[in-house]
Nanobody, 126 residues
């Protein structure tokens, strides 16, 4: 069906930048909302940023002004530009998609569930 594949994680020094990408593949017609969560060791997964198909965005206070979410609807891809990274940003970052409409046997159907990527590690050293 639908798969999400993240890329762009890695090791960076505090104050540096990284850009995460997440590409959705499958028989996709459209994706209503995409976003990024993160989970640090010993903590719960938290929503950091989301974006709708119309490009309305929301960003967690902890990353506002430093992280920017964007998307390319034609490529079914969402991005997370992360600037001024801090050690506390260290986590596994997960991409998600909601409201996926897809082609099936000549029809367009809407998935009722969410899709998640496998996660990409971001490590910020002090």
């Amino acid at each position: 069906q639908v798969q999400l594949v993240e890329s762009g994680g890695g090791l960076v020094q505090a104050g540096g930048s990284l850009r995460l990408s997440c590409a959705a593949s499958g028989s996709i017609f459209s994706i209503n909302a995409m976003g990024w969560d993160r989970q640090a060791p010993g903590t719960q997964r938290e929503l950091e940023a989301g974006i709708t198909i119309g490009s309305s965005t929301n960003t967690a206070d902890s990353v506002k002004g430093r992280f920017t979410i964007s998307r390319d609807n034609a490529k079914n891809t969402v991005y997370l530009q992360m600037n001024s990274l801090k050690p506390e940003d260290t986590a596994v970052y997960y991409c998600n998609a909601n409201g996926v409409r897809y082609y099936y046997n000549g029809y367009i159907r809407t998935s009722m569930g969410d899709y998640w990527g496998q996660g990409t590690q971001v490590t910020v050293s002090s």
